[in-house]
């Protein structure tokens, strides 16, 4: 028999070929995360000097293959890099349920590019999946606080009183619980909300900002840029028209669409600030 730690199974070091190895990202992969390449050439280059990269944490599926439950990035480095060697694992006899604690226990962990509303996602995903799970040991799990996910046990009651649509998101579901789904929204609404969370985002982060960017704008950049993950930094880049702008015929100077939309009045200062001060 399996020996177990909190409910879940212990896992036994194995050494697979990356052919035995498969991944299953909508069952044991957050949602929100993609995977950041950068990060996997890096890994890709470790690789590259004979070394193997810490063991992944997988599921034993019963045919000699494997499903990776964390080490997404690094799977996707042993691809790139065509490893011939073996795999170094960490190999749990589980069900499909205890490998979704075991993913979502690993990858709440302070870790690359996951951020709080991924850790909620998770807990939500638990809490509607599997609902024999204790309040504690999802709060666990997912690093959350056990009044959090009290919160998502109640809204999850009134959805299903109401006989509503179990959203695959915590937002979405909070949404849903209010009676409004948020693509009714008024366009008034939508702004108020944003222009809320721009408040709150620029109070919490601001002197950071403005400290650490007087002397490293890019450490600041790259910073933003790891947290939110290549994909979203440049999604808002593109947003802000960093990607586009106008090529002066005669200097060859190029002029960004975001200094475009200053020089318009489209933006003024209070936008973004060139000042010492955040406020």
């Known amino acids: 028999m399996t020996k177990k730690s909190k409910g879940l199974p212990q896992p036994k070091r194995r050494n697979p070929r990356l052919k035995q190895l498969q991944v299953e990202p909508s069952t044991f992969q957050p949602r929100n995360i993609e995977l ?28 000699g293959t494997f499903t990776v439950l964390d080490g997404h990035h690094s799977f996707a ?22 490998g ?15 951020t709080d509303t991924d850790k909620r996602d998770w807990a939500w995903r638990l809490t509607t999946e599997q609902p024999t799970l204790s309040k504690t040991h999802i709060a666990q799990l997912c690093s959350v606080g056990p009044a959090t996910v009290g919160r998502m046990r109640k809204v999850l009651k009134h959805l299903k009183k109401a006989e509503q649509d179990v959203p695959g998101s915590w937002k979405a579901a909070q949404v849903a619980a209010e009676g409004k789904d948020e693509t009714e929204w008024t366009d ?14 620029k109070q919490n982060i601001a002197r950071d900002i403005v400290q650490y960017s007087a002397n490293d704008p890019e450490l600041v950049l790259e910073v933003v840029q790891e947290i939110m993950g290549k994909s979203r930094f440049a999604t808002g880049a593109e947003h802000l028209g960093f990607h586009e702008g106008e090529i002066n015929e005669y200097t060859g100077e190029f002029t960004s669409a975001l200094d475009l939309r200053f020089d318009e009045g489209i933006l003024d200062g209070d936008e973004v600030n060139d000042d010492d001060s955040p406020f």
């Open 100 to 114: 979704q604690q075991i993913a979502a226990q690993e990858n709440s962990k302070a870790r690359l590019q996951m």
């Open 36 to 63: 950041d390449h950068g990060h996997v050439a890096d890994l890709a280059r470790v690789l590259a000097t004979g070394k193997a990269l810490d063991a992944l944490r997988v599921r034993i599926v019963g045919d």
């Open 77 to 98: 480095a042993y691809k790139e890099a065509n490893w011939q060697g073996s795999v170094p694992v960490l190999a749990y006899d589980c069900t499909v349920a205890e």
């Open 188 to 201: 008034e609404q939508r702004e108020e909300w944003r222009q809320a969370s721009y408040a709150k985002l």
